[in-house]
């Protein structure tokens, strides 16, 4: 895979984190910037207060009446509240004064389709739009001003002043990486997390380079002396490759004894049993507890920094070092790849899937007779790496659509491959 991505199909939904602020008045509103103005309303639609976000919107467009990023926000929130005449008109006039802007083409389509069918799947329709329209890449240019609230260093503050909460505190601080005031204090508090798995993905995240090397090593130590037994006797091998790998140089081949212990690890029944779903939901419940206002993208940013797979992608590395086995040698490490890639890519998360069929090519690699299934996991890696670029393009956390982010987020934590296989079908 490709390391996981924090804001890979699965991350790209918008993060919006911030507690409620008072209303500023009309005339300091009206002050504003009108980009900053286009930007507070969009934001509003996407957390659901859209008797809000269209009062506002409607203040900018008598201001500016051919500001297409207000059109564009103006047609999203009647969409979203079921005035399809209304938005019908919006759409017409934000094509007539940005016609070579594709979020107008996207809105005029999912105009159509959601009065055909008032009742259907949001995120059905949004990508039958998105195709009619010709697939356009909204990473590129969009029409709404740049410096939408996303996950960083002022949510992770967010999530801190809301909650003491150790397991709280430092899965907000693994989503982006923790600072070094945050290292130090996980280093302190780090004995009163008890969650195996987000015990497990904070070793993940101080196994790469950090700012407090003091606190890098405590904690590394501590996880060690924690993990160690929990390794041992697990029945997946998330983290049993984890520790057998974590603490080795990745230019260095396989020994006798490490092929050893991955034949046993890959022999394993399950790579992970915890469910995505369920990281999500006790994410959620995490951001709840902690007074986030709207934790729904920040729970799935969570439960995504919660996977890290970082000791497939180690194990990658060391495989590929190991040139020189004997054949015998390379065979069984073609076996073990091969039979380890299958469990991690049961995963129905796109990285998951991804990290699985790498490792999985890179066993057929080594396995004779293998072509015919090394070809068929190739073709799909090529179109799960054209399914991330697709997700991509789409920048899902610029459509200020409540419901379609609902649908995909449920659509994502239900199976996230078969999901976005919709996004590249012909």
């Given at each position: 895979m490709?390391?996981?991505r924090?804001s ?7 993060v919006?984190?911030a507690?409620?602020?008072p ?6 509103a009206q002050q504003?910037?009108?980009a900053?103005?286009i ?9 659901g207060?859209?008797s809000?976000a269209?009062l506002?919107?409607?203040s ?6 051919k ?9 999203c ?6 005035a399809?005449d209304?938005a019908?008109?919006t ?17 005029e ?14 995120r ?12 356009p ?5 969009s029409l ?6 996303g996950w960083?260093?002022e ?6 002043r809301?909650?003491?909460a150790?397991?709280?505190r430092?899965?907000?601080a ?5 600072s ?8 302190s ?5 008890a ?11 101080f ?25 041992a006797?697990s029945?997946?091998?998330q ?7 974590e ?14 212990a991955?034949?046993r ?15 999500y ?6 951001m709840k ?11 799935f940013?969570?439960?995504v920094?919660?996977l ?9 590395n060391r495989a590929k ?5 004997p ?8 076996r ?12 129905n998360?796109l990285?998951e ?13 080594l396995l004779?007779?293998f ?21 991509n393009?789409?920048?899902?956390d610029?459509?200020?659509?409540p ?6 987020l449920?659509?994502?934590?239900d199976n ?11």
């Amino acid at each position: 895979m490709m390391a996981p991505r924090r804001s890979l199909s699965l991350l790209s939904l918008g993060v919006l984190l911030a507690g409620a602020t008072p209303a500023p008045s009309v005339d300091e509103a009206q002050q504003k910037p009108i980009a900053d103005r286009i930007r507070e309303s969009a934001s509003q639609a996407r957390q659901g207060a859209l008797s809000e976000a269209r009062l506002e919107i409607a203040s900018v467009l008598k201001a500016a009446p051919k500001e297409p990023g207000a059109l564009m926000v103006q047609a999203c929130v009647l969409l979203e509240q079921g005035a399809l005449d209304a938005a019908a008109q919006t759409v017409a006039r934000l094509r007539e004064v940005a016609p070579e802007q594709a979020e107008g083409r996207v809105l005029e389509a999912l105009v159509r389709l959601r009065r055909a069918n008032p009742a259907g799947e949001w995120r059905e329709a949004f990508i039958a739009a998105w195709i009619e329209a010709g697939r356009p890449d909204f990473g590129v240019e969009s029409l709404l001003p740049e410096g939408t609230p996303g996950w960083g260093p002022e949510a992770i503050r967010a999530v801190w002043r809301g909650t003491q909460a150790p397991d709280t505190r430092l899965l907000a601080a693994l989503m982006v990486g923790p600072s070094q005031e945050q290292q130090r204090w996980i280093a302190s508090h780090l004995s009163e997390v008890a969650d195996p798995d987000l015990l497990r993905a904070t070793l993940e995240t101080f196994h790469s380079e950090v700012m407090d090397e003091t606190a890098r090593r405590q904690i590394q130590a501590s996880l060690r002396e924690r993990l160690t037994p929990l390794a041992a006797e697990s029945r997946e091998s998330q983290l049993p490759l984890l520790m057998l790998l974590e603490h080795t140089a990745q230019e260095a081949p396989l020994t006798e004894e490490e092929l050893q212990a991955l034949e046993r690890i890959a022999a394993l029944p399950r790579y992970r049993t915890t469910s995505f779903a369920r990281l999500y939901s006790d994410a959620e419940r995490r951001m709840k507890v902690a007074g986030i206002q709207a934790p729904v993208d920040g729970a799935f940013m969570a439960a995504v920094g919660e996977l890290a797979l970082v000791g497939p992608m180690v194990l990658f590395n060391r495989a590929k070092a190991s040139t020189e086995l004997p054949e015998e040698e390379r065979i069984r490490l073609g076996r073990a790849l091969w039979t380890l890639g299958e469990r991690i890519a049961e995963g129905n998360t796109l990285v998951e899937r991804l990290v699985g069929l790498r490792q999985m090519e890179q066993g057929a690699r080594l396995l004779p007779g293998f072509d015919v299934k090394r070809a068929a996991v190739t073709a799909d890696l090529a179109r799960g790496r054209a399914m991330a670029a697709a997700s991509n393009q789409i920048h899902l956390d610029v459509w200020p659509l409540p419901s379609l982010h609902r649908d995909w987020l449920k659509a994502s934590l239900d199976n996230e491959w078969k999901h976005l296989s919709a996004l590249v079908a012909p």
